[in-house]
C-alpha cells in the first residue's frame, strides 16, 4: 500500500513501512501540505526556460532570474521574477501563490506558458543493474512497452564501477534522462562483492529533472538494500506520467510560438540543480580558467564539442550544460537559421550513428575511444586542454588580447561578487547570473554591432567596430570570418586592414 506524505513532493512516494527503515535515507525538505498541493508553488522552483522544453534558447533567448544561495553554499535554482537584474529582489513563492489567485480571471501569456511547461511529463521510470555475467540490463520500468533499449549503457556510464555514487545526465531519442546510481559493497560470491543499480527517469525537458534528483537518489539506496521493492516508483509513475497521444509521437519538445515572449520574460537559463558547494558555473571558470573564452567561440559558431572524463559524471554533465550558456543571444531574429546548440549530456558508443547526423552539439563521454572518432567532433576536451583536427579552427584555440581582456573583467566581476556577498550578506546576487549575464551581453554586443553595420551606408567592417564587439581586430579575426558565414552576414565587407594580422 502506498500513501501520500507531507514531505517535499521529490519524496511523495513512499511506501507505509511495514518494517525497519533502511538506513541512509535521504533527508526530507520542509515544506508544508499546502505547498506540495499548490502548482503554482512550483513557479519558484521550476522557472520558465524555454531551453527545457526545446533544445536551446531560440530566437530571442532568455531574459535575467534571480538566484539564491542556501546556508552551505549551495546556489538553489532561481526564482522566477520580472525584476530588472539590477534590482535584489526575489518573488517568494508565498507571494507568488497570492498573484496568481488575486486579479482577474483572464490568464496573461506568461501564465498560460508556466502552466504550460510545468505539467509533469515523466514518459518512463526505470531500474538498471549489473549483472557480473550478463553486464548492464534494464531490470523494471514502466511503462512496460517503452522502448528503452541502451538506456543500460546510459544509465550507468562505462567505468562507474570505480565510484559509489554518481548522477548522469543524458538523450534518449527524443527525451532526456536523468539516473543516479549507487554502488554498495555486498557480501555475496555471486555479485562479486558489490551491488550497483541505477534509477532513472525520462522527460521530453531537460530543466525540470532536477526536481527528482533528492527521489531517485533515495530509491535507488533503497533498491541496493531491498531489491524488487517496486512499489514506490510505480506510485511516483502514476503520479507524475505524462499524457502522451497514442503511438506518443505528440509529445511536445518545444515552446509554442506564441509563448516565447512569456518564455523570453520569464527566465534566463535552464535551471539544474546545483550539488557541489560552489555552484557549476563557478567551478567551471576555476576548471577552465581562461580557456573558457575559447569554448565560448566555439560555442558560438556552433561547433561539436565532446568532453572527456572519467567517472563521475555528474560534474561533467554540468560542464556541457555551462557549455550550452555561453551561447545565449537576446537579439530577436538572431541564430534562427543556424543549427540548434543541443546538448546530449553523456553519451557512450551506442550513440555514434546519432552523433554523425549532428550539425551541433555538445556531450561528454567516459569513453577513451571517442577521441579516435575524429569525425564525429569538431572540439575534443579532455581534461583543460581543448584540441582540434580541424585545420581551421585551430588558430581559434590561441587566446587573443582581448580574450584575456574578458577573461580578466569576468573574474573581476566574480571577486566584486563574492566580496558583496561576504560582507554585506547578498544573497540574492549568484555566480550563475553573473557567468550567463556576462556571455549573454557579449554575444549581444558583437550580434547588434554587426546588424548596424549591415543597415548602414558603407557595410563594412572596419578595424573600429571590431573593437566596439570586443573583439581582437587581429587575433579575432578569423574567427569573426567564421561568425559572419554562419549567421549569414553575408553582405557586410571586411576591411583590409583586418587582412593584415
Given at each position: 500500500m502506498v500513501e501520500r506524505s507531507d514531505r517535499?513532493?521529490?519524496?511523495?512516494?513512499?511506501?507505509?513501512?511495514?518494517?525497519?527503515?533502511?538506513?541512509?535515507?535521504?533527508?526530507?525538505?520542509?515544506?508544508?501540505?499546502?505547498?506540495?498541493?499548490?502548482?503554482?508553488?512550483?513557479?519558484?522552483?521550476?522557472?520558465?526556460?524555454?531551453?527545457?522544453?526545446?533544445?536551446?534558447?531560440?530566437?530571442?533567448?532568455?531574459?535575467?532570474?534571480?538566484?539564491?544561495?542556501?546556508?552551505?553554499?549551495?546556489?538553489?535554482?532561481?526564482?522566477?521574477?520580472?525584476?530588472?537584474?539590477?534590482?535584489?529582489?526575489?518573488?517568494?513563492?508565498?507571494?507568488?501563490?497570492?498573484?496568481?489567485?488575486?486579479?482577474?480571471?483572464?490568464?496573461?501569456?506568461?501564465?498560460?506558458?508556466?502552466?504550460?511547461?510545468?505539467?509533469?511529463?515523466?514518459?518512463?521510470?526505470?531500474?538498471?543493474?549489473?549483472?557480473?555475467?550478463?553486464?548492464?540490463?534494464l531490470e523494471w520500468c514502466l511503462p512496460k512497452d517503452m522502448d528503452l533499449e541502451g538506456v543500460e549503457f546510459k544509465a550507468i556510464a562505462s567505468g562507474s564501477h570505480r565510484v559509489t555514487t554518481d548522477f548522469i545526465y543524458f538523450r534518449k531519442g527524443c527525451y532526456f534522462g536523468l539516473a543516479c546510481f549507487a554502488n554498495m559493497a555486498v557480501e555475496s560470491t555471486v555479485e562479486r562483492g558489490a551491488r550497483m543499480k541505477s534509477v532513472g527517469i525520462l522527460s521530453p525537458s531537460y530543466t525540470l529533472l532536477y526536481r527528482y534528483m533528492s527521489f531517485l537518489e533515495h530509491q535507488v539506496r533503497l533498491q541496493l538494500q531491498s531489491p524488487g521493492h517496486y512499489s514506490p516508483l510505480e506510485a511516483f509513475y502514476e503520479d507524475k506520467r505524462a499524457l502522451l497521444p497514442p503511438g506518443g509521437d505528440g509529445v511536445i519538445i518545444a515552446c509554442p510560438a506564441n509563448a516565447w515572449g512569456a518564455a523570453i520574460n520569464h527566465s534566463m537559463h535552464p535551471e539544474m540543480k546545483i550539488t557541489h558547494p560552489a555552484g557549476c558555473m563557478s567551478q567551471f571558470i576555476r576548471f577552465f580558467g581562461e580557456q573558457i573564452m575559447v569554448l565560448w567561440k566555439l560555442a558560438l559558431l556552433r561547433r561539436r564539442i565532446l568532453i572527456f572524463s572519467p567517472p563521475p559524471v555528474g560534474v561533467v554533465c554540468y560542464r556541457v550544460y555551462c557549455c550550452c550558456c555561453l551561447a545565449n543571444i537576446s537579439i530577436p531574429g538572431i541564430g534562427v537559421a543556424v543549427p540548434e546548440f543541443r546538448p546530449f549530456f553523456y553519451v557512450n558508443v551506442a550513440d555514434i550513428s546519432a552523433l554523425e547526423n549532428e550539425l551541433s552539439y555538445v556531450a561528454c563521454t567516459t569513453e577513451k575511444i571517442f577521441e579516435e572518432k575524429k569525425d564525429l567532433y569538431d572540439a575534443y576536451v579532455d581534461n583543460q586542454n581543448v584540441k582540434t583536427c580541424r585545420d581551421g579552427l585551430k588558430p581559434l584555440l590561441r587566446l587573443s588580447t582581448a580574450d584575456r581582456e574578458k577573461y580578466r573583467k569576468l573574474t573581476e566581476q566574480r571577486q566584486m561578487l563574492l566580496y558583496s556577498q561576504e560582507e554585506n550578506g547578498d544573497c540574492v546576487s549568484s555566480e550563475e547570473d553573473l557567468f550567463i549575464l556576462f556571455f549573454l551581453e557579449q554575444n549581444n554586443r558583437i550580434f547588434q554591432t554587426l546588424s548596424e553595420v549591415a543597415g548602414s551606408p558603407d557595410p563594412t567592417l572596419t578595424q573600429e567596430s571590431v573593437r566596439a564587439m570586443g573583439l581582437d581586430p587581429h587575433g579575432d579575426r578569423l574567427f569573426l570570418l567564421h561568425l559572419l558565414e554562419i549567421y549569414g552576414y553575408d553582405t557586410l565587407l571586411v576591411s583590409e586592414q583586418l587582412c593584415c594580422s
Open positions: 517535499a513532493p521529490l519524496l511523495d512516494w513512499e511506501e507505509v513501512p511495514s518494517a525497519e527503515k533502511p538506513g541512509g535515507a535521504a533527508p526530507a525538505v520542509a515544506h508544508s501540505k499546502d505547498r506540495v498541493a499548490s502548482p503554482c508553488n512550483s513557479r519558484a522552483s521550476s522557472g520558465c526556460s524555454a531551453p527545457g522544453l526545446g533544445w536551446s534558447s531560440g530566437p530571442g533567448g532568455p531574459t535575467p532570474s534571480r538566484s539564491v544561495s542556501n546556508a552551505d553554499g549551495c546556489g538553489a535554482p532561481p526564482a522566477t521574477s520580472n525584476t530588472p537584474p539590477g534590482k535584489n529582489e526575489v518573488l517568494h513563492p508565498d507571494n507568488e501563490e497570492h498573484l496568481s489567485d488575486s486579479g482577474s480571471g483572464e490568464v496573461s501569456l506568461e501564465d498560460r506558458m508556466v502552466k504550460w511547461e510545468e505539467k509533469d511529463q515523466i514518459v518512463s521510470v526505470f531500474v538498471v543493474t549489473f549483472n557480473t555475467r550478463s553486464g548492464n540490463m
